[in-house]
């Protein structure tokens, strides 16, 4: 089935969106999650002290730097959705051209 140009550039829209959305996902979970967590703990930090409290403050420190992990695993996946939206625009405008151009004798 021939895509028209209307529906290449829809599912370029698309992809991208879903990108954005990724990234948008990305930057919350740092803004809002590591930040605020980082917050808590060092408040935390300030009324409690002893080997406990430090057990506790690494064990929270290696959950805010997974939860970063998962950010930037989010952006990767962000950047190889664009990538591949971009690659695939490409090829479908080029094979809309050529069946478009094509002549039959």
Do not use: P
Request: aromatic residues 8%; charged residues 25%; positive net charge.
């Amino acid at each position: 089935m021939e895509k028209t140009i209307y529906s290449i550039n829809m599912n370029y829209r698309r992809g991208l969106q879903q990108a954005a959305k990724l990234e948008e996902m990305a930057g919350k979970i740092r803004t809002k999650c590591c930040k605020t967590m980082e917050q808590a703990f060092s408040e935390m930090q300030q009324g409690w002290q002893g080997e406990n409290a430090d057990a506790y403050t690494e064990k929270s420190r290696c959950l805010i730097e997974r939860i970063e992990n998962t950010a930037g695993q989010l952006e990767n996946a962000a950047a190889i959705v664009r990538q591949i939206v971009i690659n695939t625009y490409k090829a479908e405008m080029t094979a809309y051209r050529i069946a478009n151009n094509r002549t039959y004798h």
